[in-house]
Each structure stands twice: as C-alpha cells, then as structure tokens.
C-alpha cells in the first residue's frame, strides 16, 4: 500500500499536503481500494468557509456512497475538475491527478496535528 511520507492523514481516510497556506486534500490509496471503482466525485462547497470535519463533498463508488469531511478548517479555493469527467482517476492515482480540493487553511499550525504516515498505518493495521 502507497502512503508516502510526506503526507498528512485522517481519521476518515484523506491525505492532506500543504504548500504555503493552502492545503491539497484527497483519499487515501486504501480508501479507494475499501470503496472499489469510483464513478462520481461531488463537491458544492467551492468558495466557502467550512470548519475542520464538516462535509465538503461526497464520494460515489460502485459499491457505496461516501462522505467527504474537510481535515483543516478553511476556505475551499479549488476542485479538481478533471474528477467531472474522469473520476476513475481517484483509483488510478490517488495521491497525484486524483486529488480533490485545494483549500485556503484558515491556521496553518493545524497542520502540524494530523496524523503522520506511520499513525495512519497503525488506525488501518498496515
């Protein structure tokens, strides 16, 4: 299982990386493996404020529906468009075009207390 280090984790299966104060944020390579084939990537929240664990956006799979909750609390500045008309990407790449939403983090030390790569191979037993 792919979970390079340089990434942040959460509880609830996304990857976080940071670059200034803007956060890129997708689903982990065993999200998309629990979920199976991804047919659909919904998000309504572009240019809103949310805080860190509300809703941002959900996740259609063969199998299931998933929400997707926000790890850091800001501004939802970008949505990967490419996921519209190709959300397959999400299994082929996860962590590189299969990313979901930039975001404009409203504290940038928030960061800082998500979880590291060895944390979130110990929440899925890897």
Request: aromatic fraction near 8%; avoid cysteine; proline fraction near 3%.
């Amino acid at each position: 299982m792919n979970l390079p280090e340089q990434l942040k984790y959460t509880k609830d299966h996304e990857w976080i990386s940071l670059d200034g104060d803007v956060a890129t944020v997708g689903i982990t390579d065993f999200a998309q493996k629990e979920l199976g084939d991804i047919v659909y990537v919904e998000v309504e929240t572009l240019d809103q404020d949310m805080e860190a664990d509300e809703v941002f956006g959900t996740v259609e799979a063969v199998k299931t529906v998933s929400d997707l909750f926000l790890p850091l609390a800001g501004t939802i500045v970008e949505f990967n468009e490419e996921l519209e008309t190709t959300p397959e990407v999400v299994n082929a790449d996860p962590y590189g075009k299969g990313w979901m939403i930039k975001v404009k983090v409203t504290d940038v030390a928030d960061f800082n207390k998500l979880m590291s790569a060895e944390d979130y191979k110990k929440l899925i037993g890897a």
